[in-house]
């Protein structure tokens, strides 16, 4: 198993994560949802990531419930084998409002503290490795959000901290601002990052790597896209079968940026590419973030157990020149399909 470090953190992961967002909807039985954890560990597999406002879509009345269902698996393992990650839902002041804490929430110390307190009791421990900010707050300043986020590291419930759905000027100030008051700094940052989506590449890789923070990437598929199931019209499983006709414009929206005529053009390519080098094309996708050294772990998710044996098969699969020039060429031919 090849591990690596989180930023310049003494957390030491194995490349794939194990993203667990669907448990308690797409993966509804919780036997499935332990199915699917245990793969991963025996597989090698010890960073989970997790979140108090999973499993998605948020609802008021499911948020939570995947921490439960995580806690309830880690009480037969090794608390100490597992590097777990969560995050503190982001601020209501976005592109979105969280259904929880009656949709009041910010990045401030109170929900701070709030949230780490809630998911710990959820997830049975009285610690987290990795706790993230799920994304930025645009009202409260970053000061008070990381004087909150080093009083958990202080008392011991986190171990680091880290961002995620950040830009590369927010990220920046926030380096800076823990350098200058002295607070625990951002070790990583989950973004999405995908061949169907490098945006991460045009400014946000300099800075991981020049202030060694680590990229974890998320939807490593597309959201399912690079599988090829949509493809062949409207997958009656897929999530964005579900987000295309839902009430919400949100979801309508997402469903649009992930699966349209330039995202189904690239993919189709891609998996021509996969097939002309007998790979499979969900093991070619997630082992392609795998190339950047700024890359800690790859975030994967399952809504069961039989579709994690072409995602852990990415693990030692490491993409030769010839496919990373195809896949380029791809991405030259059809830029930034998702916008």
Known sequence: MEYRYIGKSGLRVSPICMGTMTF????????????????????????YDTAELYPVPPTAQDAGVTEEI???WLKGKSRESIILASKVAGAANGWFIPPIRHGLTA?????IERAIEGSLKRLGTDYIDLYQMHWPDTVVPIEESLKAFDRLVQSGKVRYIGTSNDTAYGTTKALM???????????SI???????????????????????ISLLPYSPLAGGVLSGKYNEGIHEKGRFSDYINSPHQRQRVMAARFMNNKTLKSTQKYLKIASDFGLHPVTMAIAWPKQFDFVASTIIGATNA?????????????????????CDQVHHEILYPMG
């Open 107 to 111: 990045m401030d110390s109170f929900h």
């Open 190 to 212: 989950q973004n999405n990052f995908s061949l169907l989506n490098r945006r991460f590449l045009d400014e946000l890789a300099v800075l991981a790597k020049k202030e060694q």
């Open 24 to 47: 308690g909807t797409q993966c509804k039985s919780e036997k499935e949802a332990f199915k699917i954890l245990d793969k991963a560990y025996d597989a090698g597999v010890n960073f």
């Open 306 to 326: 039989v579709q994690l044996d072409a995602s852990l098969a990415a693990m030692d699969v490491t993409l030769s020149d010839d496919i990373l020039q195809a």
């Open 177 to 187: 601002t823990s350098a200058f008051k002295g607070y625990a700094a951002f070790e």
């Open 70 to 72: 995580v806690g309830k």
